[in-house]
Structures are given as structure tokens and as C-alpha cells.
């Protein structure tokens, strides 16, 4: 068995949408082997339809903050994953990271309409996190 | 505090997925709210079903038969919970708006339609009574589950790597093979 939970760290802009999302995904699926973190290169908030999203399919993300990643450069990672394009090209190096990867997903508070289809735009986003978080960290081989 | 939701998933819904769906609602229903489906509908529910879950006073007799799509995709699920071997392999291995899937598997109580209503009705019972178990037993425990789930899980990721690492081993045996001067040695991927 593992010893120690793998650290994993989400990056998107404004940590507020992708970024918690996967936080929450990684945290539910395997809270015990991963460490799940998330952070920003500026910080916002939480959006609240991030919140509702994840809340619809029974993961609480409501007490998780927007943060930047300053705090985390000089930390040790197993993985580093940017989850948006913009973070992806903008991102310093994380010199502690034994892998960097970048996962690309629509950026859903971009999404126009009502407030359910923005919902159901950030529900698709979040069950295609899942998706990626569940294929390459939870089944994947580290 | 908001009801969680619950889907009970079977191939055609008419037996084992509505006996879960009656048990949940009647042991658990101010906690959760309880939906079943199933993947190719029945025009009815089976009247063993009906009757088998009258005998524990829980009426059912109003649930019908429905599929995947009525629910899927339009409402997120806390659960999803798969109750026949037949589902759980026709069914795709990612949903929507689904955070957490379980398998709990039970025996088809139809697995030969011609037998007597009574011999049928004394199935039912027995999958009726196994099902209620299973739910009294997460509503009471419901870490234990989880646990059994990431257990799971990890014993087939392992399992995975194992089969990754044979096939990476025979490959690095196959290279060991090729003569010196073969061609195909150079162009060998490398192996990680």
C-alpha cells in the first residue's frame, strides 16, 4: 500500500470554477491516497453555480476558497495540472512538480442563458473532470 | 437539508430496481429523494413485485417501469446504485451528472419465466429480503460502503498495472530475442 497520499495541484486563472471542481472530484473520488489542492494565478471566488454543480451530485465544495498559487511554488508535487488554457501558457514553473500536465475544459462561466443552462453548462464540465480525474489520477498508475 | 438523490439502475426496471426504490423511500425517504430506471424499460412492473413488497407493508404499486434517458442527464444523482449484472455491463462506465456509482448486484429472481406464480412470489421474497438488508445495512453504515467501493477500485487499478507490466515484460523478453544486427531492434520503442 501507499505510504503517503499523492499531492495533486489544480491550476486555472482564477481558481474559481475548474480548478475547485477538480479539487472536490479528486478529494470524493480518492481523498485517501490523494492529497487535492487548487489554486489561481489571480484569486476571485468560488463561483456559486461551481458550488451547485458539484452540490447537485452530493460534493460540497461551499467551505473550499479561490487562492493563489504563490503559496504553493515552493511545495513538493507528484502532479501539477493546469485545467485551462489560459493558466496553461501563463503558469511559472513549479519547480517541486514531478509532473506538469494540462487538461484542456471549456471555461463554463463564459457560458451565456438562463441561470439552469449556465447550471447545465457547468454540470457537463464537471461530470467531464470526473471523467479525466477518474482515468488519469484515481485508475491511473502512480 | 436538501434531500439527497438517489437512482436505482436495472436492465428493464420491473423487479429489483423498484423493490430498492420502495425499501429507500420507506426506510430513508425524508433523506432522500429515490428515482429508479432501467436501461430497455418493461411495459409494467412485475405483480410478484407488487405483492412480495405488500407483504412487508410497503406499497409499490404505483412505481412503473422507466428509462435511462427520463432522468439521466437531466438531474444530478448523489448515487447512482446498479442492482443487476446485466446493467452494469450494458451500461456505459461514465454518467452524467452522477457522483457516486455502486454495484450492488443481485440475483435475477426471473432467471427462467416458467416457473408457478408461487415459485416465482418465493424468489421475490428472497431478492426482497437480501435488498432490504443491503440498504438497512449503508443507510446504517455508510463509510463501510465507500470503503468497499475505494477498495475496489484500487484492486482492479492494481490489477490493470499488472497486466501492463506483463505486457511491458514480454515485450522487453521479445527484444532480448531479436539477433543483434535486426532492424526492428533500433526502431523499438523504449519502454518506460
Redesign the interface.
Known sequence: MMTEKARVLFLCTHNSARSQMAEGWLR?L?G??FEAMSAGTEATRVRPLAVR?M?????DISGQESKTLDRYLQEPFDHVITVCDDANETCPFFPGAQSRLHWSFEDPSKAEGSEEERLAVF??VR?GI??RV?AEL????G | MRKQKVLFLCTQNSARSQLAEGFLRHLAGDRFEVYSAGIDPTDEIHPCAVEAMSEVGIDISEQYPKGLGTYLGKMGFNYLIIVCARAEERCPKSFPGVGTTFSWVFEDPRRDEEIPYDSMLERFREVRDEIELKIRNWLEHPEQELKKLREERERERRERLAVTRWEADEQAQRLEDLPEDCQERHHFPVLA
Open positions: 470524493h480518492a485517501d491516497r454543480a452540490e447537485e451530485i452530493g460534493i454540470g457537463r461530470d470526473r471523467d477518474q484515481v485508475n491511473g498508475g
